[in-house]
C-alpha cells in the first residue's frame, strides 16, 4: 500500500457532523495539520467525502 499525507487547509467550523467525524476518524484535529495514512480503500473514501477541506500532500 502506498502512504499518503494529508493536511487540513479549511475549518470544520460550520460543517456537517459527519464530516467532522471523518476529520477526526482521519486524525485531522486543527487547522494545518499532517498526518499520514496507507492508501486503502476505506481511507480514500473518507479523503473523497471531505477532499473540500484537506489537500493531499504526497502519494
Do not use: W, Y
Not at 493536511?7 to 484535529?29: E, F, M, W, Y
Amino acid at each position: 500500500m502506498d502512504i499518503i499525507k494529508i493536511k487540513q487547509v479549511r475549518s470544520r467550523i460550520g460543517r456537517p457532523k459527519d464530516q467532522k467525524k471523518t476529520l477526526d476518524a482521519l486524525g485531522l484535529t486543527r487547522m494545518n495539520k499532517i498526518v499520514e495514512h496507507k492508501a486503502t480503500p476505506q481511507i480514500l473514501g473518507m479523503v473523497h467525502k471531505i477532499n473540500h477541506l484537506i489537500k493531499i500532500l504526497e502519494k
